[in-house]
């Protein structure tokens, strides 16, 4: 998401926030962007990626599709959603496709979680 008052001629960095908590996108923290300008941070996707992935969770609410903020599609496949704010779910296919994304780029320091490092 943007933050606030963006300027959308010049966006900033600070200005780019992950949908998923709010934090605004640094160096540091790699960023993968979804439609509508919609971005989930490296840490979530971490997270996302342990919980729907390595641990097999779902935060769907049962028989509901669930709107992914990355893809803005009513999804039944499994979803992550974010612990501070509940209408940012993120679906298992664009955890996926995120995951590997950040995984390939070797500027994003960020490499896919396995089993051992999630216990
Ligand atoms: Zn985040
Ligand atoms: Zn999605």
Redesign the pocket.
């Known amino acids: 998401m943007r933050r606030e008052g963006t300027n959308s001629q010049s966006v900033e960095m600070t200005d780019v926030l992950c949908d998923y908590c709010h934090t605004a996108w640094t160096l540091d923290r790699p960023m993968i962007e979804?439609h509508q300008g919609a971005c989930i941070c490296g840490s979530c996707l971490r997270i996302a990626y342990c919980s729907v992935k390595l641990s097999a969770q779902n935060d769907a609410a049962a028989g509901e599709p669930s709107k992914?903020v990355?893809?803005l599609?009513e999804?039944t496949d499994a979803c992550f959603r974010s612990p501070a704010f509940s209408d940012a779910l993120?679906?298992e296919?664009?955890i996926v496709m995120a995951a590997k994304a950040l995984a390939r780029d070797p500027e994003s320091n960020w490499t896919l979680p396995t089993d051992e490092a999630s216990t």
């Open positions: 979804g992914c990355m893809c599609e999804r993120i679906c296919r664009c």
